[in-house]
């Protein structure tokens, strides 16, 4: 499997605008009507995946094998956020990205995430046997 070269720096951004499907409430990990944290990570993985999609080959794929998580500020119901994903290193097959969350100025979340570059049908050929 050949691999592509990405330069650290490459980066991407998402948007989400929260709604009650968004809340700690409704998946589960508290009780108070704001931007769950498992959201939030979630938000972060999809900046990565963007940041890496248009530059993978036919065939691989990325997906995610650590991350971890500071979660500073609360967001509520309606407000929008964004991550802002960037590659800081590449270590072989292992894409090490820094992402922050943020509602306009205000840093919601940190997150690091780290993805691997594999082949996708070989993925998924031992996911499912």
């Known amino acids: 499997m050949e691999l592509p070269e990405f330069p650290p720096g490459l980066s991407a951004r998402v948007e989400l605008t929260v709604t009650d499907a968004d809340t700690a409430q409704a998946l589960g990990s508290g009780d108070v009507p ?13 900046a990565t995946v963007a940041a890496t999609a248009r530059h993978l080959p036919g065939g691989l ?11 500073l500020a609360p967001t509520p119901v309606g407000r929008q956020v964004h991550a802002l994903a960037t590659l800081a290193k590449v270590e072989a097959r292992k894409l090490h990205f820094e992402v922050v969350v943020r509602m ?24 499912i046997s």
Request: net charge negative; charged share 25%; hydrophobic share 50%.
């Open 104 to 127: 306009g100025e205000t840093l919601v979340a940190e997150v690091t995430v780290e993805r691997m570059m594999l082949d996708r049908q070989r993925f998924i050929e031992k996911a």
């Open 61 to 71: 794929t990325t997906v995610g094998v650590r991350a971890e998580i500071s979660h």
């Open 34 to 46: 704001v931007l769950a944290t498992p959201r939030v990570l979630a938000l972060a993985e999809a």
